[in-house]
């Protein structure tokens, strides 16, 4: 049966796999979440510039209209003009006025109508960028959804596998010893270091001579970092990458 603190370093190894497995799928999530907030933004401006040009077309169609309108009134006042049936120049004079108010009301719809086409051209070049924003964004969220399904799946396989050894190494650990290392993880993620040159590998700080000569005459105690609080292993338990799995 291996000792609590070879058992120590392997669940050191297998957790920080772990931690790394947590820290490369945490990126990923919130990308996807930030391109679909910016893809509804997107979204949104387009619909905003669609209603603005039906806007306009409405405005035009009504404008339309009204110069039909003014063409006719005019046709009918020009007609009554020089109908014989004006009996003053006051009347006529009247009509003279109406005409040239019905001509500048003409006018100034069809400078509006002019600005408007300007406008209209405008906000059409708005809309296919703004159409063209969205469908990149559209390409990009698509890529980076089939990603973070990719990669769970792969990592699922090795995330059970993982937890699996974990529960084994736990199993077989003394239950102090765990409390101990699993409360230490809760302010260094690597609770467990091996000792490297006479140093602490978490901290980087040399050891006191006696600790490593009590280290390798009490292996079934646990020494901890002076310095960091992290537990300390021998160098050679320390687990190599293709070992593990
Ligand atoms: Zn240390």
Redo the contacts with the bound molecule.
């Keep these: 049966m291996p000792s609590n603190i070879e058992l120590i370093a392997r669940l050191a190894h297998i957790d920080e796999k772990l931690d790394d497995m947590h820290a490369e799928l945490g990126d990923l999530p919130k990308l996807v979440k930030k391109l679909e907030e910016k893809l509804r933004q997107q979204m949104r401006l387009v619909q905003e510039t669609k209603k603005a040009l039906e806007d306009l077309a409405h405005y035009r169609t009504t404008m339309r209209a009204r110069q039909q309108e003014l063409n006719e009134k005019e046709a009918k006042l020009n007609e009554l003009q020089f109908s014989g049936q004006i009996r003053n120049n006051r009347e006529f004079d009247a009509l003279t006025h109406e005409i040239e108010f019905i001509r500048a009301e003409r006018l100034r719809i069809e400078q509006e109508l002019a600005q408007n086409t300007i406008k209209e051209e405008n906000l059409k070049g708005l809309l296919e960028r703004q159409q063209a924003d969205v469908e990149e964004t559209q390409r990009e969220l698509q890529e980076r959804e089939e990603e973070l399904n990719q990669r769970s799946t792969e990592q699922d396989n090795e995330f059970r596998q993982l937890q699996t050894e974990r529960k084994a190494i736990i199993e077989q650990l003394s239950a102090e010893w765990y409390a101990e290392y699993e409360r230490i993880r809760t302010y260094h993620p690597d609770a467990a270091?091996h000792v490297r040159k006479g140093s602490?590998s978490?901290?980087f700080?040399a050891l006191p001579a006696q600790v490593l000569v009590e280290m390798r005459n009490h292996p079934e105690r646990m020494f901890v970092?002076e310095?960091?609080g992290?537990i300390l292993y021998p160098e050679h338990y320390r687990i190599e990458e293709e070992e593990i799995i």
Excluded: Q
């Design positions: 270091v602490c978490g901290c700080s970092c310095h960091c992290r």
